[in-house]
Nanobody
Framework: QVQVVESGGGLVQPGGSLSLSCTAS????????MGWYRQAPGKQREVVAT???????NYADFVKGRFTMSRDNAKNTVYLQMNSLKPEDTAIYYC???????????WGQGTQVTVSS
């Protein structure tokens, strides 16, 4: 069994910042790719950013320069620092991990981020 738990969502005003974290636990050797995704009401889930086990991050164009993703392999944890938030960033943010062996992926339950004045 593998558990993925996100935390850190909430309500913030436009231009503000939030930090999300996601921790994995359970039976696996290691985590390969970790990713943050989001889904706004009425829209499909989309990738926000991903990070490899050696720390190489890739970002969706709509968050480049505003969001920063990092990970702590010793803690099986990934972080997403979100700055200069916009109302259109409002969504449920999900963490996804790809574990080894087997390269099976797991999702967290999601955390709500609301950007509103």
């Amino acid at each position: 069994q593998v558990q993925v738990v996100e935390s850190g969502g909430g309500l913030v005003q436009p231009g503000g910042s939030l930090s999300l974290s996601c921790t994995a636990s359970g039976r696996f050797w290691s985590i390969d790719v970790m990713g943050w995704y989001r889904q706004a009401p009425g829209k499909q889930r989309e990738v926000v950013a991903t990070i490899t086990n050696d720390g190489r991050a890739n970002y969706a164009d709509f968050v480049k320069g505003r969001f920063t993703m990092s990970r702590d392999n010793a803690k099986n944890t990934v972080y997403l620092q979100m700055n200069s938030l916009k109302p259109e960033d409002t969504a449920i943010y999900y963490c996804n991990i790809l574990v080894l062996p087997g390269r099976r992926d797991y999702w967290g339950q999601g955390t709500q981020v609301t950007v509103s004045s």
